[in-house]
T-cell receptor
């Protein structure tokens, strides 16, 4: 079955370290997204990519970086410049169907700074 | 002002109750509207899309009022399994980005 795979499910990072969160999809979707969710809040957009080798900043891009070298993959790096990285990170992809745009979410990575 | 705002929760209701969630959005050019359900520590899952004519799916009814920029979700005959956070989501068709409200938590008690 097609879907989005995020790994790892849980990640612990020491302060000052960069970490990379993996997101892979086999849905042949063109667009991919990274969201961050803090407790009691909705999802906020970090970065998105509508096509390979192109991506745009979302609302909270500072301290994060991404790449889109392959259609299937959209890794997110949380750098040491991100001051409060502890959060739930969700990757999504989308495609346009006859009835509208269809989104699929991964199961998330929970990042904790220790 | 947030782009998408929802009723602050939590809502605590008994089984069988009818509960309504409200949501407003600020961008009048918004094109698509959705309700997502999110269980604790899980990813959001699409509950239903919202259309101008209103739409119903079993016990769930969604309404959209474009003039007032207002979206609602009505759940009838609440079940214990309806306990979750409900997210109001808007697509402004700007790069396909979804804009999420902060969510409203529902707890259905026996």
């Amino acid at each position: 079955d097609g879907g989005i795979t995020q790994s790892p499910k849980y990640l612990f990072r020491k302060e000052g370290q960069n970490v990379t969160l993996s997101c892979e999809q086999n849905l042949n979707h063109d667009a991919m997204y990274w969201y961050r969710q803090d407790p009691g809040q909705g999802l906020r957009l970090i970065y998105y990519s509508q096509i390979v080798n192109d991506f745009q900043k979302g609302d909270i891009a500072e301290g994060y970086s991404v790449s889109r070298e392959k259609k299937e993959s959209f890794p997110l790096t949380v750098t040491s410049a991100q001051k409060n990285p502890t959060a739930f990170y969700l990757c999504a992809s989308s495609t346009v169907r006859e009835w509208g745009e269809v989104y699929t979410f991964g199961s998330g990575t929970r990042l904790t700074v220790v | 002002r947030k782009e998408v705002e929802q009723d602050p929760g939590p809502f605590n209701v008994p089984e069988g109750a009818t509960v309504a969630f409200n949501c407003t959005y600020s961008n009048s050019a918004s094109q698509s509207f959705f309700w997502y359900r999110q269980d604790c520590r899980k990813e959001p899952k699409l509950l239903m899309s919202v259309y101008s004519s209103g739409n119903e799916d079993g016990r769930f009814t969604a309404q959209l009022n474009r003039a007032s920029q207002y979206i609602s979700l009505l759940i009838r005959d609440s079940k214990l399994s309806d306990s979750a956070t409900y997210l109001c989501v808007v697509n402004n068709n700007q790069g396909g980005k979804l804009i999420f409200g902060q969510g409203t938590e529902l707890s259905v008690k026996p």
